[in-house]
């Protein structure tokens, strides 16, 4: 089934507005963060007005109706990547809280001074620092997937890599900046041949993709409300079972505990063993809202809009000279074009992009390492998702051009 | 829009009169702007009754980043170094002639910036130094 666009459109209250008088939004920067549909908007506000309360422990109404409404979006969260269990899905503030609750909870209980730990060169900050911290801390040793001149893992290097035995591999689903898509699926199976464990940032892959954990046999996958439709402020960490059960808290306060005394206390049951303090109930409820919306879509759908556009946006983008972009080829990318305009820094096109609406981002994508890789400081980045259009698409050629006239 | 892109920004980034790196300098400093990637470095010579007696910058950027850099030096050249201490964030405005949001203006002050860390001889540019 294919997606009526114009349909979506209108569920997206933001895309009618404009960024100046006559001109029009052109939202291409998804990657960044998603816009956010009128149920997910509804969800949040119909809570603060009819059911806000504490969740948990309270037996009045309000405190029973936010408890519910808390923990039937884990449920719907848990069903929307197919985890066995809801227990499974422990709320974060984001992808980057979720990657450092392993590194905190799991890494620091499981790995010592010499373990290896494999990452890839196309790596979000979110996935490098923590890993960083960790080895200043403990001496564990670090080493990373290449990615090749067209924008892809060097899985040969990976084979390589496994025969040193890491306790850990640790890796993107989707660059937030070459859009490829990373053979998940092989990447843990050839991790698990070696007895490692392995995390995936899903923070680009769960909004695009369907992403199925026990398919994939995740061990832990990491990501983020904000990109898929959803509020700021939440994110989810999935983990097996016998993970998860095995792990130390990571913080301490209310709701982790089952009791306390003075000196001690013994920690909850999952997943609230790791959900200290108040969480975001109002943010979750939305989280939850999001998950529905894009279930009624249907994620395969979604996936095919998104490649049609960005086929579509490579061909135009080829077309313009002095544009050089990044990443594979549409079949292992997802929804991102990042690209240089040669002469023109990409923080310049960005601004006279945004002059006729068209929002992209421009920088380094929090992906510095992978920059550096390509010999550029930053790229342009458009970046789509189920509600753009080809004729968005034509917008920001047009725009290209613009840039290129002002720049002469 | 085109306020942002003026011709003397677009003529100044693409036909710098003042990129370049001195050898020997007294004074010699670099930054970046860690969320664009911009770099600026500059070198500068004093003559003996205190003034600039001739500077250069070097680096890469926005046109903003790099404009604002080659009107900075051109205007210091000759002028007492302790007049150059005392630049604001309003002289690179005025001389950009553009209002820009706190984004780009992190672009157009990083010369400032690196200029003023060299002057008073600091070891790291801090922002405090164009506010």
Partial sequence: MSLNINEIRKDFPILQRETSPGVSLVYLDSTATSQKPLPVIEAMDSYYRRSNANIHRGVHTLAEEATTMYEQARVKIAKFINAKSAHQIIYTRNTTESINLVAYSWARANLKAGDLVILTEMEHHSNLVPWHILYAERGIELDFI?????????????????????????????????????????IIRLAHEVGAVTLIDGAQSVPHLKVDVQALDADFLAFSAHKMCGPTGIGALYGKMELLESMPPF??????????????????????????????????????????YLSSLGMENVAAHEHEITEYALERLEEVPGVKLFGPSAENKGGVAAFTLEGVHPHDVAQILDQDGIAVRAGHHCA????????????????????????????????????????? | MDDLYREVIIEHYKNPGFRGHLEPHDIQFEDSNPLCGDHIEITLQTAEDGTVKDARFDGHGCAISQASADLLIESIIGKPVEDVKKLTKQDILDMLGIDL?????????????????????LGEASDSLVE
């Fill in chain 1, 146 to 186: 290449p990615v090749t001149e067209d924008g892809l893992l060097d899985m040969d290097a990976y084979r390589a890599l496994l025969l040193r035995n890491p306790k850990l591999v640790s890796f993107t689903h989707m660059s937030n900046v070459l859009g490829t898509i990373n053979p998940a699926a092989e």
């Fill in chain 1, 251 to 292: 913080l301490g306060g209310g709701d982790m505990i089952k009791e306390v005394k003075l000196r001690s206390f013994r920690p909850n049951t999952l997943p609230h063993k790791f959900e200290a303090g108040t969480p975001a109930i109002a943010e979750a409820v939305g989280f939850g809202a999001a998950v529905d």
């Fill in chain 1, 368 to 408: 510095q390492p992978l920059h550096e890789k390509f010999g550029i400081p930053a790229t342009s980045r458009a970046s789509f998702y189920l509600y753009n259009t080809k004729d968005e698409v034509d917008l920001l050629v047009n725009g290209i051009y613009k840039v290129k006239e002002i720049f002469g």
């Fill in chain 2, 101 to 121: 949001g706190p984004v780009r203006l992190k672009c157009a002050l990083l010369s400032l910036k690196v200029l003023k860390a060299g002057v008073y001889g």
